[in-house]
């Protein structure tokens, strides 16, 4: 709609024919070929009476809020009285009824054109102005209402309401820039209670809906201003945005693509879609370096597509999490395990980036965390397989509670017997309480406790029975024969030796076990031990 005299009398004529085509057999009876001729015709069938009865029928619809039937009837008062500035008035008021702003606007310009004194066409201008989503123009109107009228009510309310639209659109650009969609969206609402039919305003806040990450609403305020009008291509790109950010790629080129149809120079739609295609491309780059098994280029990879595109959360949740699993191959577990963190961060139902960081979790022997992250895993998605995997993370949180063997010898979990016996006799010696006989209490007793702890540990790891068990998870006190004797363990096993002993254990006994009496050890070439009972 050109806002000009010329293209609105084109209008005029096309829109007048048309409901002249439609008027009663009653009132006006011709054969086709009249009916033809009339339509021909441009020029009006001048009787003010006849368009005086029609503007009375269409006040009367209007009352009834029949708005199509009185716009129709007061362009057939228009049609039998063109100059007539009250008709286009009247129209104009029926048309923003039904929400068609643009021809309302086009009205009430003509009446004020025909009238400048028509006070109502410039409020209803003022009116269409603000609903077309420009209240610096609409405040113009409000303006020149004031101007003739200094004190009328209705304009001065409703420019105070515009000026409130100015400071919230205002705020709208400025959390825009700071990217805080949620209270662009709020002020949106502020601007929309003054002029709920804005489709500029309504499409903004589609698109800062779908910034803010409430996609069901903005998907939901797409369809509805798409079914209003299907060439929306600001409308198109918020419902683009929405499938991009929710990592629907296949989706969001198909409405990038549509809005580019209906608008070649839509600007936003060409820069989205071309990151979403760079986007896409990174992503399938690190995957296939991760295959032919470069892992640090597959991480460097990650690493780049991450920066394309920072409010893409559901995209780089999976980045962060495909990032995770590569550091865990090059053996950075910390780095890792924050980059699973991130995933959950950004997308709390992100099943796989709990699983993945359980795991991480575990091989970095934190059991509680594991398991907390996979009771959440369960909670999500009740599977066999996740309940499966929550007892064995229970189980290993079990194990993870008790007495480390392994590390009380100073051994490999995976240390044979050998390697045992020579981890036992390195702790026995370095913690035996009469290497420590001239220390503090406190160091005494320390030493004393670790000294039962490597005979404790040795008790079982030696036994294959024992140590199969152990390994398996089972209690301590489910092991059998942990009642053990520190001193008589230590003479078993180094009884059968000679040459070095240690003198002067000292008085009493450990545990449950008998006293010790005295002892000597001796020196049979330097660097050789042996201990003498």
């Known amino acids: ?58 006040n009367e619809a209007y009352r009834s809020g029949e708005y199509q039937e009185a716009e129709e009837l007061y362009s057939r008062a228009i049609f039998h009285s063109p100059n007539c500035a009250a008709y286009y008035g009247n129209r104009s008021a029926a048309l923003l009824m039904q929400e068609n702003y643009k021809a309302a606007l086009e009205d009430s310009i003509k009446c004020v054109k025909l009238d400048e004194s028509f006070t109502k066409g410039y409020l209803r201008a003022a009116k269409c102005y603000l609903m077309l989503g420009n209240p610096g123009l609409a405040t113009d109107y409000y303006a020149k209402v004031l101007e003739a009228e200094p004190r009328n009510r209705q304009a001065l309310e409703e420019l105070e309401a515009v000026r409130k639209v100015q400071r919230f659109l205002e705020l709208t650009r ?67 945005i929405c499938f991009y950010y929710q990592d629907v790629p296949e989706k969001a080129t198909q409405f990038f693509q549509q809005a580019l149809r209906v608008a070649p120079d839509h600007r936003k739609s060409r820069q989205a879609i071309k990151k979403s295609k760079l986007l896409l491309a990174k992503k399938e780059e690190g995957n296939a370096a991760f295959k032919r098994g470069s892992l640090q280029e597959a991480f460097d990879i990650y690493s780049e597509a991450l920066q394309i595109d920072p ?71 009740r599977t066999r397989e996740n309940q499966d995997a929550l007892k064995e993370g229970k189980r290993l949180l079990k194990i993870s509670k008790r007495k480390d063997y392994y590390r009380i010898l100073g051994v490999a979990k995976d240390a044979n017997q050998d390697d045992i016996k020579k981890g036992y006799r390195k702790a026995a010696l370095r913690h035996h309480p009469d290497r420590h006989a001239t220390a503090d209490q406190a160091t005494k007793e320390a030493e004393e406790k670790i000294f039962k702890e490597v005979s404790e540990a040795y008790c079982v790891l030696s036994d294959v029975r024992k140590k199969n068990r152990y390994d398996n998870g089972y209690d301590l006190d489910e092991l059998g024969g942990m009642d053990i004797d520190p001193t008589n363990l230590f003479a078993t096993f180094f009884g059968g030796a000679g040459g070095m002993g240690f003198s002067s254990f000292g008085g009493g006994g450990f545990g449950g076990g008998g006293g010790r009496g005295s002892h000597y050890f001796t020196t049979s070439a330097p660097g050789e031990f042996t201990f003498q009972f």
């Open 1 to 58: 709609w050109a806002l000009n005299e010329e293209s609105f009398w084109n209008f005029l004529q096309i829109y007048v024919r048309g409901c002249v085509r439609s008027a009663s057999a009653g009132e006006r009876k011709m054969s086709g070929e009249e009916e033809q001729m009339e339509c021909d015709s441009s020029s009006p069938e001048l009787d003010p009476g006849l368009a005086e009865h029609y503007k009375q029928q269409g």
């Open 174 to 240: 400025r959390e825009s820039e700071k990217q805080d969609y949620r209270a662009a969206v709020f002020y949106l609402d502020r601007c929309l209670d003054a002029a709920p039919g804005c489709v500029q305003w309504r499409t903004m806040k589609a698109e800062a809906l779908a910034l803010a990450k409430k996609y069901d609403d903005a998907h939901s305020l797409c369809n509805d201003l798409l079914r209003l009008d299907r060439t929306n291509a600001d409308a198109m790109y918020a419902k683009a």
């Open 311 to 381: 409010l893409n959360t559901f995209t780089n949740s999976k980045l962060y999490c495909n990032r995770a699993l590569v550091g865990s191959k090059l053996g950075n577990l910390e780095t890792a395990i924050g980059d699973c963190t991130r995933a959950v961060e950004l997308d709390p139902g992100y099943v796989r980036a709990y699983q993945r960081r359980a795991k991480l979790y575990q091989d970095n022997d934190q059991h509680e965390e594991a398991v907390r992250d996979l009771e959440k895993v369960m909670k999500m998605e």
